[in-house]
């Protein structure tokens, strides 16, 4: 039920962004007798099994935080365009791709001996997303942009790469965007196909009509990268996809309901930053679990906590002056997580300058001015942990780690301790480590 309320919060924040916040904060708490009709409605309880029949918000593109990585768009895109990868469907989608071409194209295009590769370098001229080759001399240059910007002159070069090549053969120049905006970077008079992550949804599924049905998983998958396209056709913000039902806004305009919606929307924004926060203390207990382990009863010098202040940074620091020293520790940032030791302030010059670069080899990170070393964990591991990250299913894990083995607590926890004990002597040895360090200021 806990993940239906969510998807009520969701669908209530479109009107708090239209402007009906401080209203909403006028209204009452309703009561808990309220809270729990609204709850046991049988419109939510029909939406919840649908969903448990369906899965369908379930998306392993977004679960591995694929949704704005532009390379590995790319490389889906032209692992589907191959006839020969082990999809098994030969020119299924690059037929259907090449249909959609057909009308913006002078010559017909045919889909035999047809090459695809991703990433093609093109020396002086860069590199291309994708560069398809057909067997009649056509040449296809893609240039994907999910979020980021054009470099310098970047389509002007691809159409000169694309004249530059001897094979005779219509050139074409496809700029892939989410909105299928003008390209900023080309040349007056320069050809350029425009195709919005819309017209690529359309295009798979219209080759997904001649994929067999029996063909389960790529059906599945493909499916999944469809709902992915049409939502970033509609918005490049990190929302869950599919977040308002229809049904559920109606239920909504009973003021009684929305009442109680309101309600729960306030506490899910409290509960959230608590189940966040229980995560973060179940990492702490682990580190310090290690650190009485590996240092007995001495008077130890290390300690693992929360910053004191803070709560996106958190780790193992000195026991007294934690803000005041050396650290390792993890930041929560909006997009991503990172782990590494951390200086007391940025710009803070270290008496050892080689340490810095033997932490930076050996545990593959980079400095920084807030960092000897730090580098960034894996994005669909802890994405959960990200600011920005708010959809339920993310909130889900952390609860249901809270509640079990702390496995997932046990794992951040390995990942700091890894960090830590390989360079806590060394830099428990720096000469200004005993020292007392002014508090770092942001």
């Avoid at 017909?108 to 997303?129: C, F, K, N, T």
């Avoid at 499916?223 to 992915?228: E, M």
């Avoid at 650190?291 to 910053?307: D, H, V």
Wanted: charged share 20%.
């Amino acid at each position: 039920m806990i993940w239906c309320t969510a998807r009520i919060a969701s669908a209530l924040s479109h009107a708090l962004h239209a402007g009906h916040f401080s209203s909403f904060l006028a209204m009452s708490m309703t009561d808990t007798i309220a809270v729990r009709a609204l709850l046991q409605h049988p419109l939510l309880r029909t939406f919840q099994e649908q969903q448990r029949q369906t899965s369908a918000h379930h998306n392993i593109f977004q679960l591995f935080g694929l949704t704005l990585n532009e390379n590995a768009h790319s490389a889906f895109l032209a692992y589907l365009l191959n006839p020969m990868e082990r999809h098994g469907q030969g020119t299924a989608f690059l037929d259907a791709w090449l249909q959609w071409l057909q009308p913006r194209c002078s010559e017909p295009l045919s889909s035999h001996g047809a090459h695809v590769v991703a990433e093609r370098y093109a020396g002086q001229w860069g590199r291309i997303d994708i560069v398809t080759e057909l067997g009649g001399g056509t040449l296809i240059a893609v240039e994907n942009k999910v979020r980021a910007g054009e470099q310098e002159d970047q389509l002007a070069r691809y159409g000169d790469w694309l004249h530059a090549q001897s094979e005779s053969g219509q050139r074409l120049l496809v700029f892939l965007t989410p909105d299928g905006r003008d390209g900023a970077t080309a040349r007056a008079g320069q050809s350029v196909i425009r195709m919005s992550y819309r017209d690529l949804a359309q295009v798979l599924e219209q080759a997904l009509c001649v994929v067999p049905d029996t063909a389960h998983s790529l059906r599945a998958d493909v499916g999944q990268y469809i709902r992915l396209c049409r939502h970033l056709h509609i918005s490049l913000s990190e929302l869950p996809m599919d977040t308002s039902n229809t049904d559920i806004l109606k239920l909504l305009d009973d003021p009684q309901h929305l009442q109680s919606a309101l309600a729960l929307m306030r506490n899910i924004e409290v509960k959230t930053q608590a189940i966040r926060t229980e995560f973060l203390q179940h990492v702490v207990s682990a580190l310090n679990e290690q650190l009485l382990e590996k240092f007995s009863n001495e008077n130890r010098t290390w300690a693992a906590m929360i910053e004191p202040g803070s709560t996106t940074i958190f780790g193992i620091g000195h026991a007294q002056r934690f803000t005041q020293n050396y650290r390792c520790v993890v930041e929560l940032l909006n997009d991503s997580v990172s782990v590494g030791w951390r200086k007391a302030r940025g710009g803070q010059i270290c008496s050892s300058p080689e340490l810095g670069q033997i932490m930076c080899k050996q545990l593959h990170a980079v400095p920084e001015n807030w960092w000897l070393c730090q580098r960034t964990l894996p994005t669909a591991q802890w994405r959960a942990l990200q600011i920005r990250a708010a959809a339920s299913e993310l909130l889900l894990q952390l609860q249901a780690d809270n509640q079990a083995t702390h496995t997932m607590a046990k794992q951040l926890a390995a990942e700091v301790w890894n960090c830590f004990e390989a360079f806590e002597q060394q830099v428990r040895e720096l000469a200004e480590f005993d020292a007392h360090v002014p508090a770092a200021t942001a």
